[in-house]
């Protein structure tokens, strides 16, 4: 079986193509990172199109994204707006035009219409509908990160513990999450992929741990980890406006995640340490 990542280089796509691979998978990446003629908003669409038609399925995770940092400072930018939609545009007419089965990244902030990256995934559902694909929402992906541009909000504590010696937060962390773990996503992923053709195409698929945590409790779960003193700032969350969707777990029976919060961050406190040892 051939599998065609658009994204390979971001938070899920580097987790899933190793993911993929150690199944004995082949797997090609398309992004930006791996070489500038890989930009999906600009490449040759019969490039795209031949990388398509030779894969057996097509995994669409690139997108212009990165934690709530990242959002907040970003997401009301004309350039975040247009390199989304250009994506977007790209890869959905590419996927039309080849006909492949695929899945589309979405979030479970698409219905938060306030948010432009809420709003730009629900019109990736929308294409992906059209196009008979399937939408995956994910809940708050995390795994050890590189990019510190793109920090989420557990890498974000774990470096500032590890290097600063305390974590500083920006919000009072009243605001909750729903935290999946990287491994526990991609295996999520296999599942839905092997099991596509029996997949409704007329709904989304939920990727989500089904446990509610503050983040408060996950800078407070770091710094025991790690013995760090938490300073709580004072900012209400401006991301999401503490609105909270449910997940929906029993969609899928044949898959339910397997890492607690506090294994999850050992790892990747583990991954920190590794990386920053001589």
């Known amino acids: 079986m051939r599998v065609l990542i658009l ?8 987790f899933l193509e190793k993911f993929l691979i150690a199944k004995g998978i082949s797997v090609v990446g398309l992004d930006i990172e791996n070489d500038p003629s890989e930009d999906l908003r600009k490449i040759n669409s019969v490039a ?12 669409f995770l690139a997108y212009d994204v990165g934690g709530s940092t990242y959002l907040q400072e970003r997401q009301s930018n004309f350039d975040f707006i247009s390199n989304n939609s250009l994506i977007m545009s790209n890869c959905f007419a590419s996927l039309g035009r080849v006909g492949k089965p695929f899945i589309f990244a979405s979030s479970q902030m698409s219905n938060m219409i306030f948010s432009n990256y809420g709003l730009l995934k629900a019109i990736g559902e929308r294409y992906t509908l059209s196009l008979r694909g399937i939408s ?20 974000d504590f774990i ?83 503490l609105e909270r969707n449910e997940p929906r777990m029993h969609q899928l029976k044949y898959w339910y995640p397997s890492t607690s919060l506090s294994e999850g961050i050992s790892e990747i406190i583990q991954s920190f340490r590794l990386s920053n040892s001589p």
């Open 7 to 14: 994204g390979n280089r971001g938070q899920i796509g580097s």
């Open 48 to 59: 795209l199109d031949s990388l398509i038609d030779k894969a057996d399925f097509v995994f």
């Open 136 to 155: 995956v929402k994910f809940w708050n992906v995390y795994g050890y990160e590189s990019d510190a541009r793109k920090f989420h909000v557990i890498s």
């Open 159 to 241: 470096k500032m513990a590890i290097n600063e010696g305390q974590i500083r937060m920006k919000t009072t962390g009243e605001e909750f999450r729903d935290f999946l773990f990287a491994e526990d996503c991609c295996e999520g992923l296999y599942q839905l992929m092997t099991r596509y053709s029996e997949l409704d195409k007329s709904q989304s698929y939920d990727l989500a741990s089904g446990t509610w945590t503050s983040i408060l409790d996950v800078a407070q779960i770091i710094s025991k980890k790690l013995d760090v003193p938490v300073i709580r700032g004072n900012l209400k969350d401006d991301l999401q406006k």
